[in-house]
T-cell receptor, first 116, second 113 residues
Framework: AQKVTQAQTEISVVEKEDVTLDCVYE???????LFWYKQPPSGELVFLIR??????QNEISGRYSWNFQKSTSSFNFTITASQVVDSAVYFC?????????????FGKGTKLTVNP | DSGVTQTPKHLITATGQRVTLRCSPR?????VYWYQQSLDQGLQFLIQ???????AKGNILERFSAQQFPDLHSELNLSSLELGDSALYFC????????????FGPGTRLTVL
């Protein structure tokens, strides 16, 4: 079975602090994709990043960075110098290529509040 | 803007009623997915269509059904509505069946009174 665990339900930081959102996944498949989505207060789900299981290279995009470690089945997301606009719920998701279904399995999400 | 559109944005109805949610995928995307987001269940996959054919089913109730039309837009039909069906319903689309990213629409917030 596939599972995504985001152990941090809520995180509150002060602007300019760095914050890391944890994501641990479970799958028996050798080929899979990991995603992060952002859900701001307005409600839409915004795609942030996709990683496939064969690419363990970390990625940086502006203030955002992602650390993918297959050895620990983790795909953590770090926001550097957080801003109030980063306040949102962040979801980690897993998709397996096998099994015929392309569904995304989501974690419960981490609500990030960045205070001024 | 993801390019996926959903209508209506909000829907308020009564128990026992039937509603239809509509989704237009991004231009060129053949796959459409429906998800339900509720406070207790989180984000749950409901159903997937690929180029007009049902491809996979998730935790979709028998009271719910969906279809994808020749122009690739999709509709999710919810009938005999119950209070517990109140949720945010998302549609997502992707270009390729197996390898592409799913882009989500803005969602339809359904309130059943």
């Amino acid at each position: 079975a596939q599972k995504v665990t985001q152990a941090q339900t809520e995180i509150s930081v002060v602007e300019k602090e760095d914050v890391t959102l944890d994501c641990v996944y479970e799958t028996r498949d050798t080929t899979y994709y990991l995603f992060w989505y952002k859900q701001p207060p307005s409600g839409e789900l915004v795609f942030l990043i996709r990683r496939n299981s064969f690419d363990e290279q970390n990625e940086i995009s502006g203030r955002y960075s992602w650390n993918f470690q297959k050895s620990t089945s983790s795909f953590n997301f770090t926001i550097t110098a957080s801003q109030v606009v980063d306040s949102a719920v962040y979801f980690c998701a897993l998709r397996s290529v096998q099994g015929g279904s392309e569904k995304l399995v989501f974690g419960k999400g981490t609500k990030l509040t960045v205070n001024p | 803007d993801s390019g996926v559109t959903q209508t209506p944005k909000h829907l308020i109805t009564a128990t026992g009623q039937r509603v239809t949610l509509r989704c237009s995928p991004r231009s060129g995307d053949l796959s459409v997915y429906w998800y339900q987001q509720s406070l207790d269940q989180g984000l749950q996959f409901l159903i997937q269509y690929y180029n007009g054919e049902e491809r996979a089913k998730g935790n979709i109730l028998e009271r719910f059904s969906a279809q994808q039309f020749p122009d690739l837009h999709s509709e999710l039909n919810l009938s005999s509505l119950e209070l517990g069906d109140s949720a945010l319903y998302f549609c997502a689309s992707s270009a390729l069946e197996y390898t592409d990213t799913q882009y989500f629409g803005p969602g339809t917030r359904l309130t059943v009174l």
